[in-house]
Nanobody, 122 residues
């Protein structure tokens, strides 16, 4: 069964750093774009950052540019989100999103992780 597993969330003081990871597991033929979203209770899930199939095209939400960095390693089926200079407004549940081509499939399908809580608070 193909799934995304996130880790690395936690509590950090404003100005601190966290590194989230997202690993795709299962029988996977190909890893496409991998992205991070975040959601605050009562609000819609919002885009944070994305990384294209081969890590060339990167995109960031304006609110995290210059502070967050996304990168991936296709050999490890893993993407990371390095978050620096965290602010209280970065507090949210962070979700990994990926386009994966499972073994036996001719097409990519979209997968979501279970989410990991990030809290920036003193």
């Amino acid at each position: 069964q193909v799934q995304l597993v996130e880790s690395g969330g936690g509590l950090v003081q404003p100005g601190g750093s966290l590194n989230l990871s997202c690993k795709a597991s299962g029988s996977i033929l190909e890893v496409g774009r991998m992205s991070w979203y975040r959601q605050v209770p009562g609000n819609q899930r919002k885009f944070v950052a994305s990384c294209s199939s081969f890590g060339i095209d990167l995109a960031y939400a304006d609110s995290v540019k210059g502070r967050f960095t996304i990168f991936k390693d296709n050999a490890k089926n893993t993407a990371w989100l390095q978050m620096n200079s965290l602010k209280s407004e970065d507090t949210a549940v962070y979700y990994c999103n990926a386009l994966l081509r499972p073994l036996g499939s001719d097409t990519f399908s979209e997968f979501w992780g279970q989410g990991t809580q990030v809290t920036a608070s003193s």
